[in-house]
């Protein structure tokens, strides 16, 4: 219980930091006079892109978080199925093997289904398309 109540916990400081850190981070940045964002989301992706200021190191520091905080639970993810199905094939009856993997199928497709969503998403906004022929 102490341990879910700890992972829990670290899950949200990490969260408020990284948002923290990104939303100083776009105090630092000036914008030009009349742009307007088409998207009732303020994505900070967006917002790094109609900056008419210098932006690399936002873009060095999204790319950055994005790898490491991104990255990392994947990482993680893969690691957790690794040793997962290293203990399912220790299992010697088939029926045994085939409830402990009907178990996990649907985890493993709602982790599949976020992650290619978010790849996605954000891999269709890096395309270079205006901000007004994406809003419609």
Known sequence: RRLCALLVLMCWIISVLNSLLH?????????????????????????????????????????????????????????SYSK??????????????????STCASHLSVVSLFYCTLLGVYLSSAATHSSHSSAT
């Open 23 to 79: 939303s100083l981070m776009a105090l630092r940045v000036s914008f030009c006079a009349h742009v307007e964002i088409p998207h009732f989301i303020c994505e900070l992706n967006q917002m790094v892109l109609i900056a008419c200021s210098d932006t690399f190191l936002n873009n060095v520091l999204m790319y950055f978080a994005t790898l490491l905080l991104g990255g990392g639970s994947f990482a993680g993810i893969l690691y």
């Open 84 to 101: 997962i199905v290293s203990c399912i094939r220790g299992i010697s009856s088939a029926q045994g093997k085939y409830k402990a993997f």
